[in-house]
């Protein structure tokens, strides 16, 4: 079985783990949010695809969620030490792989490409794939008439602003990366990750192509983000709220109706797949919770079988 996921974030990373472990190696695609990459000490930082490339590595920083594990920081500090500011914490050994990154970009190569380079070097044996290799970047508008790129709204500002609305710059140019529409159409199954719908799955959707290739996919199950109306970790629930959309599983099933054919929703919320149903969509209740790397096998299993 040949499963491509969809992903962003913490909660896509977990996720992602479970797949690699339920499936055959090999037999998992990752395609993987952009939209959060931004240039910060001088490198390119895609977050969304380190912490993927991290999880499946086995080397991430699996309490708070980013960043490799027992990593150090004397760049970071020596920089700020110096007065610049440090309100990005990049890790020493993340940086190596940002200053990889960068060196190759500038000598041509596609994120696509780096992407993989990276991948093979620390043995994973899932594809992680750019939903871009163009410039797409989320941007934050808020509540007090502020434009914030996204690290500076989720890291600098702490995910305190309300959000009024985010948009994707550069979505409108913006190409599948190579393998991207493929990875879709040959799967015997696609997944969307319980990741943020807005900051890590929407920039996805933004890319030209994607939601028409997932429109005419037959097997595309979303797990839900959002469990008895709070999001697991960051800021979903509040930006849903402040956007209007509700801050619920059916809420956010709503806004993936046109693709998704199952929608899991966690069994401690099991009267919003009441209300999915009741919308004409078809929901799947299971046990969401992914608490440690067996939880996430667990869930991936159960979604294999939905």
Request: with cysteine; hydrophobic share 45%; aromatic share 6%.
């Amino acid at each position: 079985m040949n499963v491509t996921a969809l992903a962003g974030g913490v909660g896509g990373a977990k996720l992602l783990v479970g797949l690699d472990r339920a499936l055959d190696p090999g037999a998992l695609t990752a395609i993987v949010n952009t939209g959060d990459d931004a240039v910060i000490y001088g490198v390119h930082v895609s977050p969304d695809i380190d912490i993927v490339t991290y999880w499946l590595a086995g080397i991430a920083d699996f309490t708070r969620g980013w960043g490799i594990k027992n990593d150090t920081f004397t760049v970071v500090d020596s920089f700020s030490s110096l007065g610049g500011e440090s309100w990005f914490r990049l890790g020493d050994r993340d940086f190596g792989t940002c200053i990889y990154r960068t060196h190759r970009l500038r000598d041509g190569a596609a994120l696509s490409v780096v992407t993989d380079e990276i991948r093979r070097a620390l043995g994973i044996s899932s594809r992680i794939l750019p939903a871009t290799d163009d410039a797409l970047r989320t941007l934050i508008h808020t509540s007090d008439e502020r434009t914030l790129e996204f690290q500076e709204y989720f890291v600098r500002e702490r995910q305190q602003p309300e959000v009024s609305a985010v948009t994707y710059s550069g979505s409108e140019d913006a190409k599948p990366a190579p393998g991207v529409i493929d990875a879709i159409a040959s799967a015997d199954m696609v997944v969307v990750c319980p990741s943020n719908p807005l900051l890590s799955v929407g920039p996805v959707l933004a890319v030209n192509g994607i939601r028409d290739a997932l429109r005419a996919h037959d097997r595309v199950v979303a797990v839900t983000p959002i469990v008895r109306g709070a999001a697991l970790k960051g800021p979903a629930d509040r930006i849903l709220t402040s956007m209007g959309f509700g801050s619920s599983a059916a809420s956010v099933a709503r806004m993936y109706s046109d693709f998704v054919d199952v929608f899991v929703v966690d069994s401690s919320d099991a009267r919003q797949a009441e209300a999915m149903a009741a919308d004409g969509l078809v929901p799947e209740v299971l046990d969401t919770m992914m608490v440690d790397h067996d939880a996430s096998h667990r869930l991936a299993r159960e979604i294999l079988r939905a």
